[in-house]
Structures are given as C-alpha cells and as structure tokens.
C-alpha cells in the first residue's frame, strides 16, 4: 500500500488513506509527526465503549461512528481507522478530518475551535458560532474578496515563543446548498456527501499567522450587525464554549493545560461578538462592516483602539 504524505495543523502527517483536503508534503520524511494507517475489520478494541459512540482517556480516544469506521487516537500520534462494510471513503475522510483530527489535537495540546480562520492585514481573525452561524460562509465571502483561508470547520490555536499564531489546515470551505447559493454558485466547487467543496487554491495560506481576533456569529432581530467586544470572565467562558467538540477535553491528559490555555488565549486576543440579521445582512456586505469594525477595534502600529460597539 502507498503512502501519502500531508501537511496540515503545522504536522508531518503519513496517510494510507489519500486526503485530497489535505496540502501534499513538499518534503517528506521517515520520522512524521502523525501516522493513520488502516486497520483489519474487527481489529479494533470497542467493547469498552459499553454502547456510547467515544470514549476519552488519557492519551487515548475512540470513536465509532455507525455504518462508516471505527477510530482510535494514541498519544497524538497515531490514528488508526477501521472502515466498516460498504462504508464511504468520503465518509471515512470527514470524520477522520473532523471528530477524529480534533481529538488528536487536544491530545497535542493545541487549542481547536469550532470555527474558520482567514489571513487579515490585522492578523489571523476567527469566526466561531453554533452550527449553522455561517462560519464557513463568512470565510468563502472574504476569500471572495481576497483574503487567503487558514482553516475551516477546526481551528488550531498554537502558544510558540512569539505569541499565539492560527495553524494552516485543510484548503477549502464546505458550504451547505443555500449559502452556496447565497454567494452565487462560485465556480470550480463540487459536491461531496451533503456540501459543496470549495478548493481556496492560490488563495490559501499555508504558514501561521499570529491571531489578533475571534469572532461569535450570531443572529439578531435588527438590521443593523453589530460589533461587541466581550470582556472580563465572560471572554474565557465563550471561548470554552466554542471548542471543537468540547465534550472531547474531558479527559484528556492536556485538560488542565487547555483550560488555561484559554486564559491566555482571552487574555491576548480580542474577543468579541457579531450579531446580524441572517436574512437582511449579505455576506459581502458583512465583510465591508467587520473590515470597518476592525479599523476602529484593533490596534495597529502606532495608532490606538475604540471600545464602543459599531453599528454600520
């Protein structure tokens, strides 16, 4: 069986499975940083589950996810995969770039958000929100206006020595029908499961960029979006909720090490909330606001920032 090479999260990634998500490797090595492999049927351990879909342990995780495959993470560096009859490669790859890769990253420390991530003049900014906020749609309708994709769907926040920086994953956007739709049927996307696939192409960053600011989307009964900076303990709380899978921490031996990881996170990067009315506030027309938005709340060299909510 051939082996792929991948690069994604800042990870040397080894694949059996090909993940045409996934960036190829310009320079592969021997020695990656994750290996996912593809296991026998049934030779997967599960009986532990005791009729649950995951179980969470220190270093460990397993998922099973009915009619697709079974997973299991190790010491954030190995997943293996059993596919489960007539299953999907399709299938198998979205719960393995989801559930799955989140899973590892808390393994690895890193700190994943539900969100999508683009490249700004002001840093990376991150859009998080509950299903169906329009993280995905918000990150498609400023690739459209020219700004370049970090992630979309789990965003990997990373602590180095210069600040905190927003890790480059997956090239392209999923999108149900009607935002699709809503941002004109784009061009060179194609249909996978139950979304349209929107490859970012040259527009896609593949190095770290420092985050300046995350974002919760939500809808509001005005037509006016508005622009909230969230202070106090209530930014840690938000950012807590708004982790990729949040029940997937409990457990893990980096538990403690995320929970103030979020302290830092809240402590250095700008949080605020976005609210707007879905059916009167186009898309384009938000990216106009929030780069607005941005001019008055973040502060730039040399120059100073405002608090007060903006209402465009």
Request: charged share 20%; aromatic share 8%; proline share 7%.
């Amino acid at each position: 069986m051939s082996v792929n090479s991948y690069w994604a999260y800042g990870l040397n990634i080894q694949s059996d499975l090909m993940c045409p998500e996934l960036l190829s490797h310009p320079h592969p090595t021997s020695a990656p940083d994750v290996t996912i492999s593809l296991a026998a049927p049934e030779s997967l351990e599960f009986t532990s589950l005791g009729g649950r879909r995951y179980d969470v342990r220190p270093g460990r995780f397993r998922l099973e996810v009915p009619g697709v495959a079974r997973y299991s993470v190790e010491d954030g560096r190995w997943i293996l995969i059993e596919p489960l009859p007539e299953s999907s490669v399709e299938m198998i790859r979205l719960f393995l770039l989801g559930s799955t890769m989140g899973a590892l990253l808390y393994q690895r420390g890193l700190f994943p958000l539900h969100g999508s991530a683009v490249e700004t003049p002001w840093g990376a900014m991150v859009f998080v929100g509950a299903q169906g906020a329009g993280k995905s749609t918000l990150a498609a309708e400023f690739h459209r206006c020219g700004y370049r994709l970090l992630s979309d769907d789990v965003c990997a926040v990373q602590k180095t020595a210069r600040g905190l920086v927003i890790l480059p994953a997956v090239a392209q956007v999923r999108l149900c029908a009607d935002a699709y739709e809503r941002l004109g049927n784009p061009p060179g996307a194609r249909f996978d499961i139950d979304k349209f696939i929107m490859p970012m192409g040259e527009k896609y960053c593949p190095e770290p960029v420092p985050l300046k600011g995350i974002h919760v989307l939500s809808d509001v009964d005005s037509d006016c979006p508005q622009f909230e900076p969230i202070r106090g303990l209530g930014r840690v709380k938000c950012l807590l909720e708004n982790l990729y899978r949040p029940h997937y921490l409990n457990g893990q031996r980096t538990q403690s090490e995320l929970v103030r990881m979020a302290g830092i996170v809240a402590a250095q990067a700008m949080v605020s909330r976005v609210t707007r009315r879905r059916n009167t506030t186009a898309s384009e027309e938000l990216v106009k606001f929030l780069e607005l938005a941005w001019t008055r709340h973040v502060a730039i060299p040399g120059g100073d920032t405002q608090n007060e909510s903006v209402c465009a």
